[in-house]
Each structure stands twice: as C-alpha cells, then as structure tokens.
C-alpha cells in the first residue's frame, strides 16, 4: 500500500485527473499547457540575467583583489634571507610558474643534491587533538586559565621575531658517476635551523624522487630506516654535520619558509588573473 501510495503521489497531476474525469483533464490541460510554458520562458530568461549578474560582480572582485595584492607587492621588500641565500650562489634555485614544488639544486664533489619542498604545504594539526586541549583549559580554575593566557601572550611575542612556521623539505643526495642510489633526508624547516626528521636509502635514485609509478610503487616497499631520534646520538650528529658541509644549514632554514611566503604570494596574485580571465571570456 505504501509503494502503490507514493507512485500515486509521483505521478502528474493532469494524469490523476484523467483517471477520475475524462472530461476534466482535458479541459486542464487545454487550460494550464500555455501558461507553464509562459512560465518556464520567464524563468529561464530571469537564470540567465541573474548568471550574468554574478559574472560581473565577479569579475569586478578580482580585479579589485588584484589591484590590492599588487600594491602590497610593491610595498613588500624581497627578504634579506632570500637575497643573501640567492647572492650566496651555492644552489641553483628551479622555481616553474604555476607549479607548487620549488627545488634547489647544487653539486658537491662528485655528489648531486636536490632540496625540495612546495608552497601548499599547511602545519597539521590533529582536531580530535585540539579539542581535547581546548576543553583541558576549559575545565581549569579561572585563575590558571588567566596565567596560561598570559604566558602565551608572551610566548607569541617571542615567536614574532622569528618565522615559526614549520616547513617540510626533502635533501636527496645522489652520486650519479658512481653508483644509482641516493640518500633522502626527509627534514623541517624552522626557525632558521633545519632538522632532521628521517633518513632514508633508495637503491634506486628514481625512488627518491618517485618521478613515476614504477618509482611510487618500490619506493612505497621499501625499507624506510628508523626514526631518526632513535639512533645513536654521535650518528645524529655525524648526520647533520654532513648536511651542513653540503650547504643545507642554518642559512637553507631561514631561505625555505621565507620563500615559501614569496612563492605563494606571486601564485596568488597569477591565480586571481587567471581566474578573472576565465570568467572575463
């Protein structure tokens, strides 16, 4: 009864009519046909105009987030971080417009060392996390929750003197004349100091950088080493003494997160034009 009810409810009206009057459906039908295709003319006409609208309002949007991205540029320095880095000329800087990875590129002897790292990659944080922090404060005495706030406070000042937002980078160091593996150090980015985060071998250099699904895929079984907090402390030494000699130091840490800020600022602002040209068509 109930499947025979809501096919009753789906069907046309004008059908439900002729069922019960012959003489009644026809008469709908003669009547109503003229006026719904009145009326779907008039709705039709009124999406369009309304789509145009929203076209240009659009479009007059970006062009005024342009105009104001634009003349924050012109206002904004290069930091010195990324000038000293580039004077420096220790690596070769391969930045492609459009294109979210920059890489970093220098030889050292008869090694070959690529540093990588991309412009949209955000800090994780985990929600489930986040709020069971937030509702450990929320369950404090009012008088410690006073005192944790402003000792972040505090602690945020401290913070603006330095850029303390991590970011990802990836070291592969290759010895092509020599043999087909390579080293991928997988590190952070942060206030002016790099750290080692693992330490990986690939028999293949290919793997290290995955540069197909044949690479994805052994990359993916491979072994990836231990943590690197768990080694011997004189190896973690060792091992980031041996980046430092290649040039991936103090002055790589502050270079990256700077960058990363003036690459995505000149993505933006190719993004809003892009954009407003599409919708300009």
Known sequence: MLSLRNLARAAPRVAR????????????????APVTLRAASAF????VLRAESVDSELSAKLASE???????????QMPASIRDFIDQGNFEVIDIEGK???????????????????????PYQDEE?????????DAEPAEVQQQNARAEEELEGEED????????????????????????IECT??????????????????????????????RVDAYPGPSFATLDEDLQVLLEQFLEERGVGEALGAFVP???????????????????NFIDL
């Open 17 to 32: 009519l002729s069922a019960a009057s012959p003489l009644l459906a026809r008469q709908t039908f003669v009547k109503v």
């Open 44 to 47: 039709s006409t009124a999406r």
């Open 66 to 76: 342009i105009e104001f991205e634009e003349e924050v540029s012109k206002e904004e």
């Open 100 to 122: 979210e990875e920059v890489r970093l590129v220098r030889n050292f002897g008869s090694e070959k060392i690529t540093v990588s790292f991309s412009v949209t990659e955000l």
């Open 129 to 137: 996390l986040a709020e069971e922090d937030q509702a450990f404060d």
């Open 161 to 184: 003197e330095f850029n303390s937002t991590p970011t990802h980078l990836t070291v592969v160091v290759e010895k092509p004349s020599k043999g087909p593996g390579a080293i991928s």
């Open 189 to 218: 980015a942060q206030e002016g100091a790099v750290i080692i985060d693992n330490v990986h071998f690939y028999a293949d250099a290919a793997q290290a950088f995955a540069s197909s699904p044949e690479a994805s895929h052994a």
């Open 258 to 276: 700077d960058y990363v800020d003036y690459k995505e600022q000149k993505e933006y602002q190719r993004w809003l034009k892009n954009v407003k």
